[in-house]
């Protein structure tokens, strides 16, 4: 019977209740003690488990090997070998680990220095990207510099972002809704009463001015128009030279963003100047509150500000994702984003810093904010959902069914009405404060891209899958 741990015949035999293995006493112990194992199966093992064994005490005789001198002397000098052997592998064993330490510490000093490169090369690519002009028509000044990397905005900005936050939000809860504003039964009695053939194939967004008359729209041909609602006929066509993704009226100047990475303006039909800074297609845009900035998000995940005043690029934020849609805050303070990745982020317009960031399920298609000032909704990619969120709580508060996939949604000047536009056709959903109730006055089965109120919310303006328009008005 021998220790399976030193091989010797044990002085305190014990034995495992789970292998059935022999052991010293105090070697299993102590091995127990440390490693809590059995050492031969590498079962757990505690001393509990442990079985004394009786046996005879016997004196153990000498080996035979060791009963002379010469016998002790051969032994001696068979341990010294042994000894000079194993240290003779640990030098070799040290020498190989200091090899491959220095190996590791000159990968770490290469790498470092390959990041510091690296470093070096972004620094000086965004020193000479702060240098480029920016090219455009004749109200664009040579030689403007513009800086990068989410700085804040100008001090003149700043000052008319912060004014337009201060009117607006001490007016907005006593804002009366003005006089002939839609009610929810003239809603529900909107139907198709005109219809304009394709003019733009491949449109994917409407905007309509402050007339509720003029629609601006382009297709994937790169060009865009100016269409009279009244007059039922095209008024401008604009050259937008890339694929349009997006339009909006700064005023009575037209905005057109392209597929091709650059964001032209246009006054009276003319082009008046034009932004090529985004490395890839421009995918949204939105005007401040102010009238005197307006973004544009794109697919390079960065947003550019622009000032309108004297149309110069005043702050561009590199963001985590590529942006599908943006939309400012009605007070002006916060810059929206929706991308790819199902992210809300929510940015401060004067700093251009991070503030939060919300997570949906899906893409982000479309953001579009209540009067209200607190609450905003958004449509994921391939959803029906609508999602009213509460940006004082930064939840949801509410998910309404549009019926069919939804890919552009917008609020009406009061707060009152939600308009949805998808494949599936248009709905508009109905808010009523006294009673805090949602309820649907309208859901038609006319396919839209994309789908805007006309004045006083009388009327409804639907960009058709073909690229024309539907208005619906009342009978």
């Not at 399976?4 to 006493?25: D, L, M, Q, T, Y």
């Not at 190989?96 to 070096?120: F, G, P, W």
């Not at 690029?313 to 805050?329: G, I, K, L, N």
């Amino acid at each position: 019977m021998l220790c399976a741990i030193s091989g010797e015949a044990p002085r305190e035999p014990v034995a495992s209740r789970k292998s059935g293995n022999v052991f010293e006493k105090r070697l299993i112990e102590a091995h127990i003690a440390e490693h809590h194992t059995d050492p031969v199966t590498g079962e757990d093992l505690a001393v509990e488990d442990l079985i004394e064994l009786k046996s005879p005490r016997i004196v153990t005789p000498r080996p035979p090997n060791l009963t002379s001198i010469p016998a002790l002397l051969s032994s001696f000098q068979t341990e010294w070998d042994a000894i000079m052997l194993e240290t003779f592998t640990l030098k070799q064993q040290l020498a190989q680990t200091r090899q491959e330490l220095s190996t590791a510490l000159y990968q770490n000093d290469a790498a470092t220095r390959v990041i510091a490169r690296l470093t070096q090369e972004r620094d000086e690519a965004r020193q000479a990207l702060s240098s480029v002009t920016v090219s455009g028509g004749a109200a664009t000044g040579a030689g403007d510099s513009m800086e990068v990397d989410g700085q804040a905005l100008p001090d003149d900005l700043v000052a008319k972002v912060e004014e337009t936050q201060q009117r607006l939000f001490a007016t907005r809860r006593k804002r009366p809704i003005p006089e002939g504003w839609a009610t929810g039964e003239h809603i529900g009695s909107l139907d198709v009463s005109a219809t304009i053939d394709s003019l733009y194939p491949g449109s994917t967004s409407i905007a309509i001015d402050s007339s509720g008359d003029l629609a601006l729209f382009g297709g994937a041909d790169g060009v865009a128009g100016i269409y009279s609602i009244s007059q039922q006929k095209l008024l401008h066509t604009l050259k937008a030279g890339g694929a349009v993704t997006d339009a909006i009226w700064c005023e009575s100047r037209a905005v057109v963003a392209t597929a091709s990475g650059t964001v032209k303006v246009f006054e009276s039909g003319e082009e008046i100047t034009q932004w090529s800074q985004h490395a890839g297609a421009v995918t949204s845009l939105a005007l401040h509150p102010s009238k005197a900035i307006f973004a544009s998000t794109g697919a390079d995940k960065r947003f550019i500000f622009y000032d309108l005043a004297n149309f110069k690029m005043v702050s561009q934020v590199y963001t985590e994702a590529d942006s599908t849609c943006c939309a400012f805050h009605v007070d002006g303070l916060l810059f929206f984003t929706g991308g790819s990745d199902g992210s809300i982020r929510i940015f401060d317009v004067k700093t251009g810093g991070s503030m939060a960031v919300l997570e949906t399920s899906g893409s982000v298609s479309s953001i579009s904010f209540s009067e209200n000032g607190t609450w905003f909704a958004s449509a994921e990619k391939g959803s029906s959902s609508v999602t009213v969120w509460d940006l004082r709580k930064q939840a949801p508060i509410k998910v309404l069914d549009a019926g069919s996939p939804v890919d552009r949604l917008h609020w009406d000047y009061t707060g009152q009405f939600l308009a949805t536009a998808g494949p599936g056709g248009i709905s508009v959903q109905q808010y009523t404060k006294s009673s805090k109730s949602w309820s649907e006055p309208l859901r038609k089965a006319v396919p839209a891209r994309d789908v805007a109120f006309g004045a006083n919310a009388a009327s409804l303006v639907a960009l058709t899958p073909e690229g024309g328009l539907a208005v619906l008005g009342s009978a």
